[in-house]
């Protein structure tokens, strides 16, 4: 049986995840693919720490390089993360002719060109399941299953910890602070939850599916970019009294007004699958002109099942190499059949919005007006309470240009027609 | 750009959505793998039926076997279905070396060892993405995504002719047979509805992902199915009063007491997402022992959902020709990591049991006895309504053996504690 020989670099949550699926599964593995992977190196700065799993003498370094040098190593694994050191290993690697298994979103965000170049230029392949939403294979379906649709829509559901914060405050009525706070002591959020909660790793793995859709590199700068930080309990519970979940998506659609990349907070309906999705779990749902409505569900992080798609890459990888057939499917292919993503809230679509009124008559009318001025339609108004000098009010759009909608919040505000504090939720039509 | 002939074996439905999708999305295709595919011959006997799209003139021909003989064919698509003419075709193209991509259930699952057998021989691809769930790409996610997982269970809602009828007999709280008889009209449910609704169609699906989970084929023999004939409207509307849906589920599992396939009515839990799967869409639950908990869910039929199944593996047979990497992914890998499926009814599971008894003073103490004869605990019982003679109970167990109930039920019935109609549904616990 052929055998290729695996470096790890990088051995935190993953790698050790890695390294135990490897011990575990790597039998069925090579009955499966009639290869066999071979754990040559990790490199990590730490080769103290206990990582719950044992690996053999001379196996740990905390040489890097070596590692991707190492002619032993015929696959290289980058579980590193940031763009500094992985990205120099990484090109390395591919510069070598070395295939790469790679878990990191920001890299291929932030530096997507140059890394894709750099496999092309190597004839080496580079693989990236474990990029986005971890143990559920995405790119795969996306790449492969779906490779004969154009794909007019996808929403996804891609960071565990802002669902897991939005599903706790709605399920035990608590502010964000709170459910923040828990969700750190309990391991769920990061110390520094900023590239979380602000939704930055939510864009990271847009613009990956992104250039996948539609074969064009999406410089994170052109994603328009929400997080939760500002999400009120209020709201989510006055969204799901509306028949919708508030959920922190990636939005990524290609409509008559152009193609779209953006991550914000958005309503879902509470009966579509989508809805249904709480806690730390993932999901993307994906619109193709033929395949029609497709839907993926599982853990988007974690130790085992980010490893399930690192361990799923090796062995397409190791099949790639067996076969003689280097770059069978490239890392990422260009082409020039959708335009670039348009800049901008251009998007056409339902909003929530949430406003204070000064509790006096007449006040709803002229808000109403301006609105109508603006072009924006509204299908529902609801008084929620009133404290005597503001009346908190929510208001269901009929569809309208996002901008449209800034720009009439923008003028109420200016004038004195609404309270400094607004909400604006679009609402995810998922079917059009 | 290479170009591969494409000849279509059997325009119907899916024949017709094929050249659609191709003619759609041909360039797109060819810009996304750098090849191209060409339709060269499309085979039926029905040469004069209009489907809806145009095939260049000498591509309609009578002749299959002329398809599959015709040097410009490079990859034959198998869509006759049925288990004569298309296993012969099938066994024609591979033995001559020629890749098959297939959308036939019945065929894999009751000739899969021959014809994975000749693909072998022929060293010859064989790619069967339609025939499982459709437009869903599930056997790339088992084949190749969760490839380092140990498959502990699948749950599967797989055909959407029967989740339609019973959606629609909840929804509308209407009985079996007028629900069905709808469906026929509206072009749901074939004029002969007996391979959906008897379960033989969720069983075809069921073996050949029990074969992809634990390598080994599965005789269609080996499968207990019960379908949904018999399932009663007051049944579908307890059950959902206690927390569940009524779902026609293929089973596969691997446990400590042996590998079962099965197909059977089965309780999902309302809150799961299995549960929300409603109408003619299908959905997998795949737990595997890294990934954890996955799910897929899509149009699990239908011209274009198929079509871009077969358009995928269209898309992989002719990456692997070009690269010379035929058999990459063999069409199926036997292995000795599990044992055989376990024929009967070993499984061990909550059921859910609904029985009339008579309606005198202390009949269920006596049928409760003989349950715990047989091992069955009871875990909640429900009296629904009696008409004076019988009363309507439910019982909910506790995990006991399927045998164990079967034997008590026949016990009961025939010393006269309970009337002849009974309904005995499995819960399925998805989490164990």
Chains 1, 2 share one sequence.
């Not at 292919?333 to 929530?352: E, M």
């Amino acid at each position: 049986m052929k055998t290729f020989g695996v470096g790890i670099l990088g051995f935190g949550t993953v790698g050790a995840g890695v390294v135990e699926g490897l011990q575990r599964n790597g039998k069925l593995l090579a009955s499966r693919t009639g290869l066999q992977l071979a754990l040559r190196r990790v490199a990590d700065l730490d080769v103290e720490t206990d990582r719950g799993v044992a690996v053999a003498d001379g196996v740990l370094t905390r040489d890097a390089a070596a590692v991707v040098d190492d002619p032993r190593v015929d696959i290289v694994v980058e579980l590193i993360g940031g763009t500094t050191v992985a990205r120099a290993l990484t090109l390395r690697a591919l510069a070598a002719g070395k295939p790469v298994v790679t878990a990191n979103k920001a890299l291929l965000a932030e530096h997507g060109a140059e890394i894709f170049a750099a496999a092309q230029a190597g004839q080496a392949d580079l693989y990236y399941e474990a990029s986005v939403a971890g143990g559920i294979p995405v790119i795969r379906a996306l790449r492969e299953g779906l490779i004969a649709n154009h794909i007019e829509a996808i929403y996804g559901i891609l960071n565990g910890t802002c669902n897991y914060i939005l599903t706790e405050m709605e399920r035990r009525g608590e502010p964000f602070d709170v459910i923040l706070a828990e969700a750190q002591a309990q391991g769920y959020a990061e110390a520094n939850p900023a590239l979380d909660i602000d939704g930055v790793d939510t864009a990271h793995k847009a613009a990956i599916l992104a250039g996948l859709a539609y074969g064009a590199p999406v410089p994170l700068a052109e994603i328009g970019v929400e997080g939760i930080r500002d999400v009120e309990l209020a709201d989510l519970l006055d969204v799901r009294a509306l028949g919708y979940r508030l959920k922190l998506l990636a939005i990524i659609r290609h409509s008559p007004v152009g193609q779209e990349v953006s991550v914000q907070p958005a309503l879902v309906p509470s009966e579509h699958m989508l809805g249904k999705v709480d806690g730390v779990f993932n999901a993307l749902l994906v619109r193709g002109d033929v395949a029609g409505e497709t839907l993926y569900y599982g853990r988007g992080a974690g130790r085992l099942p980010t490893a399930s798609a690192v361990l799923s890459d090796l062995a397409d990888v190791a099949r790639n190499l067996a076969f003689g057939a280097r770059q069978r499917v490239p890392a990422f292919v260009p082409h020039t059949h959708y335009g670039k993503p348009r800049r901008g809230k251009h998007a056409l679509a339902r909003f929530y919005l949430r406003m204070n009124l000064p509790d006096q008559p007449g006040t709803l009318a002229k808000v109403a007006e301006v609105m109508g001025q603006h072009g924006i339609s509204l299908a529902s108004v609801r008084q929620r309470e009133t404290d005597g000098q503001w009346a908190r009010i929510l208001f269901l759009t009929h569809p309208a240009v996002e901008s449209a909608v800034m720009a009439a919040i923008t003028e109420l505000r200016r004038d004195g027609k609404i309270g400094p504090q607004v909400a604006r939720y679009r609402i995810a039509d998922l079917m059009a």
